[in-house]
């Protein structure tokens, strides 16, 4: 098999002192999509976030290979232009900067100077991209995520991954607050992405989008690491009997001060 | 007899010398004089947390050579840029060093009886209208030493006059060009509309000194009439070597309308007020004004508003931004008066700040002598989220471009709501090149 996209290994991730990721492992090739799920506060954005260089958390030990390259040496804009891309639990809000002014800055700064995209064709391909997400023209003068509805910031995070077209996307909680019709707004559009050029990690809680994204892989991730992985039917018996069935398999007990939250 | 002002080298016989060859009418040498003398009694403003004492206020030259051009092409290039294209033209005061170096007008706006002149031809033309609004309302001779001193001394200045029921839809532009070392720009800018009219005016501030030494010293007064709006956008951008006092102050009758938009850009040390007398009941007012500090420059930023009428309605928007050693005070006050029911006053003031060794200070005021009003303010001074810049950079874009949109983000108000494309684009490139 060829080198993979993305090789985690043995990571460990600490916010604010707090070890989170614990010993986690991942291999992620050209084309594939996986899907981690565990429950609330696992671990799970501590890890995407941590992939994209997130200020606050901070790796305490292990490595992570990003197309041959050493991700963890790399700043925040060097990952994105390198090709990875996380759609964020939670987006930021940016006053004043429409949402086409970034994302034509950010096609920019991926392309290089002298090689800027032409207008049109831009404004093209974000008219295309907009009309497959049912976002409404409004979208690309308003300014970035200000006052967006949950499920608004959700389709601008999908928007984004269609207009710059990483080599490898992760999408936190993706799914979260969206109604059935949005789900399925959002699976087309990663849908539409799918190739052997683009791998995706899909970080979830529930099973629910991965009706309408097929996954190759699934890993269930508790207490900062790994604890199982298998093909699509993992995430369905998750669904099914809920994660205390495998906790018990796993003779996982619940941590100290560890509390289920719903998202 | 010759009122000798410390520092400042001017007398009555020069005044009445000055204004004779101007051809002014006689209340308004009446008022020169009166001005020279309260020049010399009356103390400087006090503004708050700003330390004035020492900055050049007096020490300029009075009388500047200025020229006059055919055609807007004749300007040179940082003045002509700033002027209005296709629609947005036609109806345009150049004046250089004070004087007027070109003005148009267009014949539609002067058969409705719109006057649109520098002050000096206004008096000629003009006088008792003029004498109606010149220091009268809305802004007082004897307020300091620099209102004093710029009745006694006015060397430049506009007049707009916009009659009952005229609804003017194209913008009318001014630009306020000072290009002499030692110059002193004592402007002073009239803007008078009357009951149901509409009227939205630009202006620049531009200079090209750098001596050290000019002055600009700046009143101008709006008076916004019966159920009249008033859109007034302003962008300056004195350079390092002008010491500047600004007084914008506007009085707004019944359900009259004021809009500020400024962009204050200046490179030197600075006091400014922008004022707002809600006179009439259901009169209204939205301020937006952004600035950015920079160098070692001194910066005291005052918005005030007034509430006395009923029903009336207030908005105070400003951001400024702090960069390298600059320090600027930013005090917002919002004063509704006892019998002023019914009123809303609403301020918000943000100071981003770019460097550790700028300062930056925001203290909103709220006054309320009534009851039965809303008012609410909201103040802070901060840095650069970092989580924003990672939000940014997550998608590519390098941290010091990050940090320019955010930074123009912020700016974002006040340049969106200037009416004049090229004034728009001239803001965003000053904002861009003081941003660097
Ligand atoms: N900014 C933070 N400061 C302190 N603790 C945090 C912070 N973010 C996350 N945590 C803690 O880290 C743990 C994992 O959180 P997270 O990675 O968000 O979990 P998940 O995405 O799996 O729900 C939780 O216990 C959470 O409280
Ligand atoms: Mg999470």
């Known amino acids: ?263 | 007899m010759a009122t000798e002002m410390k520092n400042l080298h001017y007398d009555t016989s020069y005044l009445e010398n000055f204004s004779g060859r101007r051809g002014e009418p006689d209340w308004f040498l009446d008022l020169r004089k009166k001005g020279l003398e309260l020049a010399q009694t009356l103390p400087l403003p006090k503004p708050e947390k700003t330390r004035i004492i020492g900055w050049n206020f007096t020490q300029f030259e009075h009388e500047l050579p200025t020229r006059t051009v055919d055609a807007v092409a004749d300007l040179p290039e940082n003045v002509r840029s700033l002027i209005g294209q296709g629609e947005q033209s036609g109806n345009l005061l150049v004046l250089h060093n004070g004087s007027t170096a070109y003005a148009t007008l267009s014949e539609d706006l002067k058969a409705k009886g719109v006057i649109f002149t520098d002050l000096a031809t206004a008096l000629r033309d003009h006088g008792d209208l003029v004498k109606k609004y010149y220091f009268s309302k809305a802004a007082k001779l004897d307020a300091h030493k620099l209102t004093a001193l710029n009745a006694a001394l006015v060397n430049s200045g506009l007049f707009l006059y916009v009659p009952k029921n005229v609804d003017i839809e194209v913008p009318l532009q001014a630009v306020f060009w000072l290009d002499h070392d030692n110059g002193g720009l004592i402007n002073h800018v009239i803007i008078a509309t009357e009951a149901n009219s509409s009227v939205t005016y630009v202006e620049n501030y531009l200079s090209t000194t750098n001596s050290g030494q000019a002055v600009a010293n700046i009143i101008t007064e709006v008076y916004v009439g019966e159920n009249a709006r008033v859109q007034f956008g302003g962008v300056e951008y004195l350079s390092s070597d002008v010491t500047t006092f600004i007084n914008r102050r506007g009085y707004v009758g019944r359900d009259g309308n004021l809009q500020w938009a400024l962009g204050q850009m200046n490179d030197g040390d600075l006091i400014t007020e922008t004022y707002s007398e809600l006179a009439g009941d259901g009169s209204s007012v939205d301020t937006k004004a952004v600035s950015i500090g920079r160098g070692t420059q001194k910066q005291n930023f005052v918005n005030r508003i007034k509430h006395y009428g009923k029903n009336s309605t207030s908005n105070m928007l400003i951001h400024g931004v702090q960069r390298e050693e600059a320090q600027a005070i930013f005090n917002g006050i919002t004063k509704i008066e006892h019998g002023a029911s019914k009123s809303d006053g609403e301020q918000t003031q943000r100071v981003l700040m770019l460097s550790s060794k700028a300062r930056g200070d925001a203290n909103p005021i709220l006054l309320i002598d009534e009851d039965d009003v809303v008012a609410g303010h909201a103040a802070s001074v901060g840095r650069i989220d970092p989580i924003q810049l990672y939000y940014l950079m997550s998608r590519g874009i390098p941290k010091n471009e990050a940090e320019r949109l955010i930074i123009h983000g912020f700016l974002e108000p006040v340049v969106s709501q200037l009416p004049i494309e090229g004034v728009k684009e001239q803001l965003a490139a000053v904002i861009e090149g003081k941003v660097q």
Do not use: W
């Not at chain 1, 614990?22 to 995407?48: C, Q, V």
């Not at chain 1, 039917?233 to 009997?241: G, V, Y």
């Open chain 1, 1 to 263: 098999m060829s080198q993979p996209v993305l090789k985690i290994e043995n990571l460990h991730v600490a916010i604010e002192g707090k070890e989170i990721v614990k010993g986690f492992d991942l291999e992620i090739h050209g084309g594939e999509i996986h899907a981690i799920m565990g429950p609330n506060g696992t671990g799970k954005s501590t890890l995407a976030s941590a992939l994209m260089g997130h200020p606050k958390y901070e790796i305490t030990e292990g490595k992570v290979t990003f197309l041959g390259q050493d991700l963890l040496e790399m700043e925040v804009d060097e990952r994105a232009r390198a090709g990875m891309f996380l759609a964020m639990q939670y987006p930021s809000e940016i006053a004043g900067v429409t949402n086409s002014d970034f994302l034509r800055t950010a096609i920019n700064a991926r392309r290089g100077e002298g090689n800027e995209i032409p207008l049109m064709k831009f404004i093209k391909k974000l008219d295309e991209k907009m009309a497959l997400l049912d976002m409404g023209e409004e979208f690309a003068t308003r300014y970035l995520n200000e006052g967006f509805s949950g499920g608004e910031k959700k389709r601008n995070e999908i928007l984004q991954l269609m207009m710059l077209e990483p080599k490898l996307a992760i999408l936190d909680e993706i799914d979260s607050g969206l109604d059935i019709d949005a789900l399925k707004v959002v699976a087309k559009g990663v849908n539409a992405m799918r190739s052997p050029e683009f791998s995706c990690l899909i970080i979830t809680h529930y099973q629910r989008l991965l009706n309408y994204i097929t996954p190759d892989k699934v890993h269930v991730m508790m207490q900062g690491r790994i604890v199982k992985s298998g093909g699509p039917e993992l995430a369905e018996r998750l669904e099914a009997e809920g994660y205390d069935g495998l906790k018990k398999e796993l003779g996982i007990e619940e941590e100290e001060g560890t509390v289920e939250q719903e998202a």
